[in-house]
Every structure is written in C-alpha cells, then in structure tokens.
C-alpha cells in the first residue's frame, strides 16, 4: 500500500476555514436574494406583487411587465443607442488606452516616469460639470454621441492597469528581437501586445462596457433629442411618467391596479436594462480573473 503524505490541517485551521466558508455562504445569499427576487417579480402578476405574495419565485407566472415595456417603441429605440454607444464607446476607450499603456511600458521611451506622473496627478481632480459642459458645446459635440464618449475617453486608473500588465506580462525580449527583425511599433502592438494581452483588454473592455451601458447623467446633459436616449434614460423618464399617471388617479381599485404594474415594470426593466451586460460577461469571463489579478498590481 501506498503511504501518503497528506498534511493534516489543526483545530484552529478547521475553524478558520469553516468560519470562512460561513461569511461566504452568508454573503452570497446577501447578494444572490434581491437578484433572484427582482427575477421572479418580474414574471409574476401584478396582484402578486402588490400583495406581496412574491418571496423568490414567480407567482401566477405572467409576462404582463415585459409585454408593457416593449410595446413602448421608446425602449427599443433607447436600447439601440446603448448598444451604438457602448460599442463605439468602448472601441475608442480600449484603442485610446492601448495607445497610451504600451509607450508607457518600454523602458526606452525616454521621460516616460514623467509622462505616467504627469497623467497620474489628473487624477486628483476634474474640472467640474460647468467647465466640461463649456468645452463640449464650444466642440460642437452637444447633442452628439461624441459627448457621451470624448469626455471619458480614457481612464488614467485603466491606463496604468493596462501599462502593467504590458510591463509583466509580456517580455520585453520580445520588443528587442523584434525590432531587431525590422519591426515597426504598431506591427508590434498588433502583431504581438494585443495577442498576448487578451485577458487585460478583456478586463478593459468590462470596464468600459459597463460603464458606458450605465451612463445616464451625462446624455441628461448633454442630449436634448430624445430620439438619441440611451436606454437608462429611456427606462428612467418610463418610470418618472408611471408615477404621475399613479398619481393622477381617484379611483382606489384602478389605482391599486396601476401601481402593482408600475412596481411589475420596474422589476421588468431591471432585467431588460442588465440582461445585455450578463450575457457579455460569460464570453470574457476565462479572461476576466487573470487580467484583474495580473493588472492590479501597479508597480
């Protein structure tokens, strides 16, 4: 028989773990429960929502919410400028940063510790909404998509995640053989950086992806279309109008009707409006924990 040579663990390593995997247990039920919650509301019936009968899963199971916010042409077109700006956003933010990490990171660009301490310290503050939104009307970006993206353009903290991993990740013999070979630096960043550096740029595009599928306060400012709405505007002004016909309302059984589908639609467009960034992320999810892991360590 083979002998083996397991390490047996001690009392209070049993007790650590065990106290661990409690909290952790403990906070994904935290964490899972308003989410599962929101799921199962938002396929029950109104009744069941306003009455409170709904704990976790769906009750009379009913698709009233989701029929209500897509028969409201103003959802599909909000999602389709979400979609258009978190594409085209997160293009111009990921070959932005790309652009700025990578000269960051060869030791032979001279001044760059001043360069990287010269964009660091813009992080130390920002020139306010009044001074922003002078600068984007004198542009002539108000009321473009190109409001929405330019402004933040680049992220100095997605800078330097990206600057490191460059730096640790990728040797840079590499960089020295195949200069020596004749190659170019934007035949190096395509042909070598950006095939080797899939899990940062996947981190990267999380990043910036949600962030621009999020946005609402800057279209507030500065779209006065509606017709150029992202959806998270589009969802907000849906429930802002809810609330005033509610509100409008005498009649005490109509009313109660109105608002168990008002609290139906919420819980539907919560699910619409996180569903796109969901479906993302299991793509990018091999990539997503060794891009975070290797760029957080800013050396």
């Known amino acids: 028989m083979k002998k083996t040579n397991a390490i047996k663990s001690s009392k209070g390593d049993r007790l650590f773990s065990t106290i661990n995997y409690t909290f952790l247990l403990l906070l994904t039920v935290i964490v899972a429960y308003p989410l599962l919650y929101v799921l199962g509301a938002s396929f029950s019936s109104p009744q069941a929502v306003t009455t409170g009968k709904v704990w976790l899963f769906p009750v009379d199971f009913s698709l009233v919410g989701y029929t209500t916010v897509f028969k409201n042409s103003a959802v599909w077109l909000g999602y389709w400028n979400s979609i258009i700006l978190a594409v085209t956003g997160t293009t111009v933010n990921i070959i932005l940063t790309v652009m700025l990490a990578y000269p960051l990171s060869v030791r032979t660009f001279a001044g760059r510790n001043i ?19 002078i600068l984007v009307n004198n542009l002539h970006l108000y009321n473009t998509l190109w409001a929405l993206i330019l402004p933040t353009a680049v992220s100095v903290y997605n800078v330097i995640i990206a600057r490191t991993y460059f730096q640790t990740s990728i040797p840079y013999d590499l960089y ?28 990267l595009v999380m990043y910036y992806a949600v962030g621009h599928w999020n946005s609402y306060f800057s279209a507030l400012i500065y779209l006065k279309d509606k017709a150029k709405y992202p959806l998270q505007v589009v969802l907000r002004s849906l429930i802002i109008e809810a609330q005033e016909d509610q509100s409008n309302m005498i009649d005490v059984d109509q009313l109660l009707m109105r608002q168990g589908l008002n609290n139906l639609m919420k819980y539907s467009l919560i699910v619409v409006a996180s569903f796109p960034m969901l479906v993302l992320y299991p793509f990018i999810q091999k990539y997503f924990v060794k891009g975070v892991m290797i760029g957080a360590i800013k050396g």
């Open 176 to 203: 020295e053989s195949a200069t020596l070979d004749g190659c170019s630096d934007i035949r190096y960043i395509l042909s070598v950086i950006l095939p080797l550096s899939k899990p940062i740029i996947a981190v």
């Open 115 to 133: 360069f990287t301490g010269i964009i660091t310290f813009t992080m130390l503050f920002n020139g306010g909404l009044v001074p922003t939104f």
